[in-house]
């Protein structure tokens, strides 16, 4: 869904300039941007392009490298695709007081994923690190109350689910099993939900008037919240307050996704579909995995994962976060396996030295 393909006469203008400095034609660039398999009418293919002037290739995430390779199995270099699992900058997401708290104890080292630094998580007492989280969720209760009229518990467990609403992310999957849904919220679950769909986007946008027009509901029972007009700074204040994050991607459609990534280093506990980065470094133990469906039929596969959804949480998540020493167990473990990975240091590292340094020395 992410792959540029532009009509010939749309993008031709902008190639002349192009193939006249390289010394070959427009037809020879068009003839890069195509599958060995696409007819000479296909679209100029961003991604074919791309394949057929790199060096190396990589995928995103493990399960998004497997994909790639699929998908365009009839080049060359897409069979020597390789994963470098996305990581995100630290020091823009995690909140201000948890960073405080982090330098203190486990120093600077964390922000950019040194394990020996994570190691050192347990040491920090439960009562330090609830209080360093404290504020960004009075702030985050104040903000959906300030845009939204909804009150929230910051007492209770807040469940986070922000990014664009591109159909796939399916941002309205919850709401497919409303029975399930019911037994949820009594069971203590806040839900808050931001997010954009692209102005192009209907269907995108058609599932965010959904998630508003639930919101508005007497069965939403004041604990389910859409923030309108999402920005970096609504992200922020929801990364660094929400006690679970909610992704459940149409599976394997996610190539990462990196807002999970940003929960997690704040002390948030995912709760899944196994796709994109979750699937790489999910063990049980440090959140939930979503059960996934094979049925064939959508809106079939939909309402089962849906269902699968709400008994997770209504049977797991929300009894483990109310008690409160086994919540913290699994944060610990949590920061102390994806502390090292989910950062951008981590993963600037795997270019340097996996295809940077190699391909300088080629």
């Known amino acids: 869904a992410g792959i540029d393909r532009f009509a010939r006469g749309l993008v031709e203008p902008e190639l002349d300039t192009w193939a006249e400095r390289l010394g070959v034609t427009v037809d020879t660039l068009f003839d890069w941007a195509r599958l060995p398999s696409d007819p000479p009418a296909e679209p100029f293919n961003t991604a074919a392009l791309s394949f057929e002037l790199c060096g190396r290739a990589n995928g995103v995430s493990q399960l998004h490298s497997g994909v790639s390779r699929e998908l365009f199995h009839t080049l060359p270099r897409a069979a020597a695709v390789e994963g470098i699992t996305n990581g995100v900058h630290a020091r823009t997401w995690v909140s201000p007081e948890l960073q405080v708290l982090y330098d203190e104890h486990l120093g600077a080292g964390w922000a950019d994923g040194d394990a020996a630094a994570w190691s050192g998580i347990g040491e920090v007492q439960r009562a330090s690190f609830e209080a360093a989280r404290a504020p960004g969720r009075e702030r985050l209760v104040g903000l959906i109350a300030a845009r939204t009229g909804v009150t929230f518990d910051a007492d209770q467990c807040i469940i986070g689910f922000a990014r664009r609403f591109a159909t796939y992310k399916r941002a309205a999957l919850l709401l497919r099993d409303r029975d399930g849904l019911r037994r949820s919220l009594d069971a203590g679950a806040q839900f808050v939900f931001a997010g954009k769909a692209h102005p192009a ?134 920061l102390r396996h994806l502390g090292p990975l989910v950062t951008s240091g981590r993963m600037v590292a795997e270019y340097d030295q996996r295809f940077y340094r190699p391909l300088g020395r080629r």
């Open 201 to 334: 986007d209907e269907e995108g946008k058609a599932v965010l008037a959904e998630i508003a027009a639930f919101a508005a509901t007497d069965e939403a029972q004041g604990r389910f919240a859409l923030i309108p007009d999402y920005d970096i700074e609504i992200a922020q204040e929801m990364y660094g307050a929400c006690d679970v994050w909610l992704n459940n991607p149409v599976r394997p459609r996610e190539a990462c996704g990196t807002s999970g990534e940003k929960s997690a280093l704040n002390g948030g506990l995912n709760c899944s579909i196994l796709d994109g980065w979750w699937a790489d470094w999910f063990v049980d133990g440090i959140g939930w995995a979503i059960p996934t469906s094979e049925l064939a039929d959508t809106a079939a596969r939909d309402l089962a994962e849906a269902t699968a959804l709400h008994e997770l949480l209504a049977g797991e998540v929300l009894p483990t976060f109310a008690e409160r020493d086994a919540w913290w167990s699994m944060t610990t473990a949590m």
